[in-house]
């Protein structure tokens, strides 16, 4: 069974930091890069950001850059988010993705999602 279990979302003060976990499942985690995607009230989906798990290559969007780390243990099967510096505007539904290759995050957008994530609420007051 082909699975990607996202999970540490929460509310979090302006300021603060989560860290969210992508665990993969029922397929070659190597093979794939993952990346996050992101769905905030009234806005359309974006990239946010995506590590290739073969060579480590990453990219991040510009709102995120200096805030966001992205990581990836692939003894584990797992990809972290460390998130610092939450702003509001980062409130949205976080979802992790499989793809073919790491791209910037715009042309996140436009490749095929091989698997998706379950989703994660994350939430940050003002």
């Known amino acids: 069974d082909v699975q990607l279990q996202a999970s540490g979302g929460g509310l979090v003060q302006a300021g603060g930091s989560l860290r969210l976990s992508c665990a993969a499942s029922g397929f070659t985690f190597d093979d794939y890069a993952i990346g996050w995607f992101r769905q905030a009230p009234g806005k359309e989906r974006e990239g946010v950001l995506c590590?290739?798990?073969?060579?480590?290559?990453?990219y991040y969007a510009d709102s995120v850059k200096g805030r966001f780390t992205i990581s990836s243990d692939n003894a584990k099967d797992t990809v972290y988010l460390q998130m610092n510096s939450l702003k509001p505007e980062d409130t949205a539904v976080y979802y992790c993705?499989?793809?073919?290759?790491?791209?910037?995050?715009?042309?996140?957008?436009?490749?095929?999602?091989?698997?998706w994530g379950q989703g994660t609420q994350v939430t940050v007051s003002s």
């Open positions: 993705a499989a793809q073919a290759r790491c791209s910037t995050p715009q042309a996140m957008g436009v490749m095929i999602v091989e698997y």
């Open positions: 590590i290739s798990s073969s060579d480590g290559t990453t």
